[in-house]
């Protein structure tokens, strides 16, 4: 998966909202999403039998990730579930890893700026 198929125009306007907030902070919980995508996917790999089960959990557990990290447009892609529970664990975690680095988990990025 090339950086260049990946949309930074983030969440669309139905999906943003100016918010303040204390509490945990959210790239710890955008860690913890991010471990349980690998554990399911490790799952998948172990139990490929059960691949089709996981797409649901997979789905929304990618929407809380994207989301998130102010990148939700890219959960409308449907068939992300399937090509990252069928992808490898090296391609997952670049994947992650590209959302960590271009996402925004305090939404404070500004997509207009270069």
Avoid at 4 to 11: E, H, I, K, R, V
Avoid at 81 to 110: F, M, N
Wanted: without cysteine.
């Amino acid at each position: 998966m090339s950086q260049d198929d990946f949309p930074l125009d983030a969440n669309g306007p139905a999906y943003t909202a100016p918010q303040q907030r204390h509490g945990v902070p959210l790239n710890y919980v955008g860690e913890k999403l991010g471990h349980a995508i690998e554990e399911l996917h490790r799952f998948a790999r172990q139990h490929p039998q059960q691949r089709q089960a996981l797409l649901a959990p997979m789905h929304y557990l990618l929407v809380a990730h994207l989301g998130l990290h102010n990148m939700l447009a890219k959960a409308n892609d449907r068939s992300l579930p399937l090509r990252l529970l069928e992808g490898s664990e090296a391609e997952l975690r670049s994947w992650l890893a590209l959302i960590e680095r271009e996402g925004d988990v305090a939404g404070l990025a500004g997509l207009d700026e270069p």
